[in-house]
């Protein structure tokens, strides 16, 4: 630590010199009061001064007061020495701007414990400064009347000017000029509210070359020791980049929802209009292949098979496309709807199926939930029919389940198929994909595209846990109803 | 108060001597111990020049009736002549600085006479003392700006 002895009596400078050395401080000494000011102007020079009161030139309380009006946001720790001792003194001098008073004789132990307190608080202000001047937000303070009298690294880089371009001047200085007066009212506004913070607002700040800046401004009032207010504190934060990714991000989410919807009109219109022909190719090749069986050859018949078969997978095809587009357009109100219902309706379509395959379906208590009842069922429907579907040489089994996970459900369909590799979990809800051909097991690919649809419509998401022979479980989630948790007995 | 060279008895009584102008203590005897006599010398030596300029400042302004510089200047000296345990010149520097202060009307050029006596006589001991400390450095210059 540096610190600046200043006496005009060279026995005491000597012996302070000597005295502080040895305890490790580096010692500058100055004779008169103007030698003691241009030590401490320089911006290197010394943050501790032990000043004599009387000294030629300029005596200690005027080299106080010029510091503290000079330093240029350095701070000078001031301990004022002399043979002064009255209180009236001690005033004069700590008013003068001094952090400590001594007097003379001085007591070496004391005047070493009271430059240790000094340097404390200049380590701490240091830190500070370091602080404040390094932080990666662009930083400034201003006096009540919006002179800037502190500025940090980052918002001389925001702005592109010098810091001492920045001091002095008043913070609208650098508003763009149709936001000049706005700054300066709500400048003044800050500095004359009951409360220390600000709500945060945003600027176009001008930057050197010109350029808009857009920033979002915090501002907080410094108040002194007294509780006055003696200025503000603004940080700002340059959210030009922010801004101009959230505009781009909102025409693309606008661009994206304008084609999916037209994607989807494109979808049903299509398969809506391509119904009508296609029926009355299936309906004549069925009655091609009624009236004129073992009339034709053989290779006539299985031609005709084959058109009977296509025309009809083009029509399940199409079924379900139009049943997927429809998922998003024709939707019907979300209302609180009891699962277990929703269930008994499955469970009726499905019969034939689960008849058929002599599968156990089974449930727990179910929940209500707020939905598509229409939707639910196809979902469900879906499900179940899959989980009958694939399954292996053993009795289908299907068990749904629901728990609760905050303010939502977890609707569970486990079966004991023929699983799922986990490389095609993702896979499997995509429209078209399927895992095995038609032979192996009949279908379009567009069943689970449509659950994933529902569920997400509803604000849900949906996924799968699987063992390759060892069966799946579908889970869904879907939100409570507005009633609370609605949980119904099986 | 005058510099009493003698020992407290049991009784509390203190065995009258003459009084001497100058002996080491305090700081300066600390510093001695603590081996710093080069220092100490230099530190005498700094004092006696500066002392001498002083003494000069001040016997001109008791002449001209300057009290505010005879108030000053008796000020700054007595800082220094506490540091250096002349306590019989501090005690004479504080009364000219107050009755300088207050503006009493004083034969200052008496009280200044008075006060070079004993400085002279400090001076001696000082000397007398500083001869009899080993040399063993050139005196250490003083760098203020």
């Known amino acids: ?490 | 108060m005058d510099e009493i060279d003698g020992d407290a008895t049991e009784n509390g009584d203190t065995c009258r001597k003459p009084p001497v102008p100058w002996r080491l203590s305090g700081a300066l005897a600390d510093l001695e111990r603590a081996g710093e006599s080069e220092f100490v010398r230099n530190l005498i030596d700094a004092f006696l020049r500066d002392t001498a300029t002083r003494m000069e400042t001040m016997r001109k302004a008791a002449a001209s009736m300057d009290l505010d510089a005879l108030a000053a200047c008796s000020h700054a000296l007595k800082g220094s002549m506490l540091l250096m345990s002349a306590h019989r010149l501090a005690e004479l520097c504080g009364d000219i600085q107050q009755h300088a202060a207050n503006r009493e009307h004083r034969d200052y050029l008496a009280m200044v006479d008075q006060f070079d006596v004993v400085l002279r006589e400090t001076r001696e001991a000082m000397i007398s003392h500083v001869d009899g400390l080993p040399r063993h450095h050139p005196p250490t210059p003083d760098h203020s700006r």
């Open chain 1, 1 to 490: 630590m540096r610190l600046l002895i200043a006496d005009d009596d060279t026995v005491y400078r000597m012996f302070l010199g000597r005295e502080l050395s040895k305890l490790g401080y580096e010692v500058v000494t100055a004779c008169d009061g103007a030698a003691a000011l241009a030590v401490l102007e320089d911006i290197a020079g010394p943050s501790l001064a032990i000043l004599d009161w009387s000294m030629p030139e300029a005596d200690g309380i005027e080299v106080c007061r010029r510091v503290r009006t000079n330093s240029g946001g350095r701070y000078i720790y001031l301990l004022l020495l002399t043979a002064r001792d009255t209180p009236a003194d001690l005033i004069a001098g700590m008013g003068a701007g001094a952090d400590d008073y001594l007097t003379k004789p001085v007591n070496m132990t004391e005047l070493h414990l009271r430059v240790r307190a000094g340097c404390r608080i200049l380590e701490f202000e240091e830190r500070s400064r370091q602080l404040f001047d390094d932080a990666p937000i662009a930083y400034h303070e201003a006096n009540t009347s919006g002179v800037i009298v502190r500025v940090n690294h980052a918002e001389c880089r925001l702005l592109g000017y010098g810091a001492d371009e920045i001091l002095g001047r008043q913070v609208w200085d650098f508003v763009a000029p149709a936001q000049v007066e706005k700054r300066r009212a709500g400048f003044r506004a800050a500095v004359e509210a009951p409360n220390q913070r600000m709500e945060d607002t945003e600027w176009e700040m001008r930057g050197r070359n010109g350029d808009t800046l857009l920033v979002r401004l915090q501002q907080n009032q410094v108040r002194d020791s007294l509780g006055a207010v003696a200025g503000l504190r603004c940080t700002m934060l340059d959210i030009t980049e922010l801004r101009r990714q959230e505009e781009l991000l909102k025409r693309q989410a606008a661009d994206l929802a304008r084609s999916n919807a037209e994607l989807e009109q494109f979808a049903y219109v299509a398969s809506h209009d391509l119904q009508e022909p296609l029926r009355m190719v299936a309906s004549f090749t069925q009655l091609l292949a009624k009236r004129y069986a073992g009339r034709l050859d053989a290779k006539a018949d299985e031609y005709i098979g084959y058109t009977v078969g296509g025309a009809k997978r083009m029509q399940q095809l199409i079924g379900d496309l139009l049943a997927l587009s429809r998922v998003g357009t024709n939707g019907g109100e979300f209302r609180d709807v009891p699962l277990s219902k929703v269930m008994s309706d499955v469970l009726l379509n499905l019969g034939p199926a689960v008849q058929e395959s002599g599968a156990a379906v089974v449930h727990d208590s179910l929940p209500t939930v707020l939905a598509d009842r229409g939707q639910m069922t196809q979902l469900l429907q879906n499900l179940i029919g899959n989980a009958i579907k694939f399954r292996n040489a053993q009795l289908p089994q299907v068990h749904i389940s629901a728990e609760e996970a905050g303010d939502k459900w977890i609707v569970s369909v486990r079966d004991n198929g023929i699983g799922i590799a986990p490389e095609h979990a993702e896979r499997v809800f995509q429209i078209f994909q399927r895992l095995h051909t038609r032979d192996q097991y009949p279908g379009t690919g567009i069943g689970l595209a449509v659950c994933r649809k529902i569920v997400e419509r509803h604000g849900g998401k949906i996924w799968l846990d699987s063992t390759p022979g060892g069966g799946t479980t579908f889970h869904f989630t879907l939100h409570k109803c507005a009633s609370g948790t609605g949980k119904s007995l099986r």
